[in-house]
């Protein structure tokens, strides 16, 4: 059975960092591009970030130069690293693995940007 497990998130003060893991199990990821997505209650999920197989990144234009997404195959990992975190980065962020039709999803895990 597939499995995405987030952690990582919490609160933290504006111009804070916060680094998010999306562990999988039951599948190999070294094939697949993985992704963070976020929502915030009223809204649809929206992209943060993807990266392939090979590596390629892919970012919000909300996001960029602020967050890195990385990953680490044989772990089986994937991560986000955001920085210079704003009021408006507050959502639950989830993981997804994109496997061509048979797409999994974590949970979520809440990042709340508050002084």
């Known amino acids: 059975q597939v499995q995405l497990v987030e952690s990582g998130g919490g609160l933290v003060q504006p111009g804070g960092s916060l680094r998010l893991s999306c562990a999988a199990t039951?599948?190999?990821?070294?094939?697949?591009?993985m992704g963070w997505y976020r929502q915030t209650p009223g809204k649809q999920r929206e992209l943060v970030a993807t990266?392939?197989?090979?590596?390629?990144?892919n970012y919000a234009d909300s996001v960029k130069g602020r967050f890195t997404i990385s990953r680490d195959n044989a772990k089986r990992t994937v991560y986000l690293q955001m920085n210079s975190l704003k009021p408006e980065d507050t959502a639950v962020y989830y993981c997804?693995?994109?496997?061509?039709?048979?797409?999994?999803w974590g949970r979520g895990t809440q990042v709340t940007v508050s002084s």
């Open positions: 997804k693995i994109f496997r061509g039709g048979s797409d999994y």
């Open positions: 039951g599948t190999i990821v070294t094939t697949y591009t």
């Open positions: 990266i392939t197989s090979s590596g390629s990144t």
